[in-house]
């Protein structure tokens, strides 16, 4: 390949890092979901932010635009190359560079993977509440540059609550330096929110100061059956009274998704599916028995107030693991659908029962064998939704769009929970944002990335 872009990369910051035509490997084509984009003019590895600001620099000078890349498990095709487009892989970016055990801190570079943060951190005694079943491939940066919720937000937050401060580079190559590990700075605008939850078309995240929890010494992990949704809620009121702030999650699935689970399922089944609703809890706490004793008492005590049907609690780790599966398998399950649209939305949760109903009757009455899966994280107001469509369904994808998020927005719910618009739902963002408040992200855009260099086509559709 010639291209003066990949002329000038390779002046800049060296052959080996800039690959291209058969040099470049698959991966940086396909996403988690198999997606595949487009051949791009050339891969960059970079390993310092120094190589990614001459990168954005060169690219912004000579309109090429860029894809940053993480682990890929993006949700919503933002990673997928188009035609002319330079990948800038954040994966030679994976160092630990700091812990410091002390303040509870951590500097990372972007390119980390979750998995080996959680594993770094476990001598130590502390830990990244961030966690996600795309924990072996995800990385941090592309975790805050997605503000990912995943399974422990009901205690700890979003991504944004776990980022102290960070370093990111504009398009054009200019290095914010915003690395500072404190809890407390109010120096002026806190421009660190800018890039976090923004995916990648601001700025791109080179390095972040990371805020860290004492490593809770023992999870309970619970499996409970309910008859309806109101029980659901129900339970939900009453951990939350009894467990007080340790409920870490609460993971909510309607009974279609657990009966195709248990097509997937190895091994012995955790109960029959039997109930209309399952729920998985959690609670992270110290080490003594005590708090396994509450835990458990406070689900007997659910049982006997007729709140819970049935209940299985985790005796060791690899019983809670096991638990976690089920949850952790959604693609998996998905896919027990065959061809289906996915979507992750927030509703008020005394609303999540009436958009199941309507999902299923809106789907039946498309095709006959058109189903729903829901399932989600209940407690933060976050359903997923699978919707599959039949090979001989007349309706498209862009009409089961239409079906659920024409739903969401009358229930004055939001398009996206957690995994963002990219390109997947761009279409669908003014659904529940407002035309000023699009207006007031597009022009950040314009002040930050003038040329449109980063992630051109993510969260924007394109203006005629
Ligand atoms: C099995 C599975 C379970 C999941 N569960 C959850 C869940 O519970 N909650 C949840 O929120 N999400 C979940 N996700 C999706 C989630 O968005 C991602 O897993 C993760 O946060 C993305 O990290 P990544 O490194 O793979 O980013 P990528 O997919 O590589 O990138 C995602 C976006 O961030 C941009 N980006 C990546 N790195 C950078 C960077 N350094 N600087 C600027 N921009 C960057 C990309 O351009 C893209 O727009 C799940 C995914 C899978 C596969």
Redo the contacts with the bound molecule.
């Keep these: 390949m010639t291209h003066p872009v990949v002329d000038a990369l390779r002046a800049a910051i060296g052959r080996a890092a800039v690959l291209v035509d058969g040099d470049i490997d698959e991966r940086f084509l396909l ?2 979901l198999g997606n595949r984009g487009e051949a791009p003019l050339a891969v960059v590895r970079p390993a310092s932010t120094d190589e990614v600001s001459k990168t954005l620099a060169i690219c912004n000078d000579l309109g090429v635009a860029v ?9 919503v095709r ?2 997928l190359p188009q035609r002319g487009e330079v990948v800038l892989a ?1 994966e030679r970016m994976n160092r630990i560079e700091h812990i410091d055990v002390d303040a509870g801190t951590a500097i990372v570079q ?1 390119g980390v993977v979750l998995q080996a943060l959680h594993d770094a951190l476990e001598p130590h005694g502390l830990a990244f509440p961030l966690d ?3 924990r072996g ?3 941090i ?3 805050i ?2 503000n ?4 422990r937000v009901i205690r700890y937050g979003m991504a944004r609550d776990q980022v102290l401060g960070l370093e990111a580079v504009l398009a054009d190559g200019t290095v914010l330096d915003g690395l500072k590990p404190f809890i407390k700075n109010n120096t002026g605008i806190d421009l660190k929110h800018l ?1 976090i939850g923004s ?2 078309v601001l ?4 390095r972040l100061a990371l805020r860290l929890i004492p490593r809770p010494a023992a999870a309970s992990v619970a499996f409970c059956g309910l008859s309806d949704f109101a029980a659901v809620r129900a339970l939900l009121r009453h951990l939350r009274a009894r467990l007080s702030g340790d409920l870490t999650a609460f993971e909510v699935l309607w009974k279609d998704y657990y009966t195709r689970y248990l097509t997937l399922h190895q091994g012995a089944v955790p109960m029959p599916d039997a109930h209309e609703f399952y729920v998985l809890v959690e609670s992270s706490t110290g080490d003594d028995e005590a708090s396994q004793a509450r835990f458990e008492q406070a689900l007997h005590d659910a049982i006997d107030e007729g709140i819970v049907a049935d209940a299985v609690v985790a005796k060791s780790g690899v019983e809670s693991n096991t638990l976690w599966t089920m949850r ?1 398998m ?2 998996e399950v998905g896919m027990t659908l065959g061809s289906h649209c996915g979507f992750d939305v927030s509703l008020r949760i005394a609303d999540m029962d009436a958009f199941a109903n309507e999902l299923a009757d809106a789907a039946r009455k498309l095709h006959p064998d058109s189903r729903v899966l829901v399932y989600g ?1 209940a407690g933060d107001g976050n359903l997923h939704v699978a919707f599959s469509r039949p090979p001989d369904m007349q309706q498209t994808f862009e009409d089961i769009n239409a079906v659920v998020y024409g739903l969401v927005a009358r229930l004055g719910g939001s398009t996206s929970a ?3 618009i ?1 390109m997947s739902r761009r279409a669908w963002l003014g659904h529940t944002r407002t035309p000023a408040e699009i207006e007031a992200m597009r022009a950040i855009k314009r002040t930050l990335d003038p040329r449109n260099t980063l ?1 051109p086509d ?1 969260i924007f559709a394109r203006r005629d």
Excluded at 67 to 75: F, M
Excluded at 203 to 206: D, H, L, Q
């Design positions: 996403d988690v894809v940053p890349q993480g682990g890929r498990t993006g949700l933002a990673t954040m972007a996600l079943g795309g491939s995800c990385t940066g592309g975790n540059s997605t990912a919720g995943g399974n890039f995916e990648g700025g791109v995240v080179t952790d959604a693609l994280h957690e995994h963002g990219g992630n993510r």
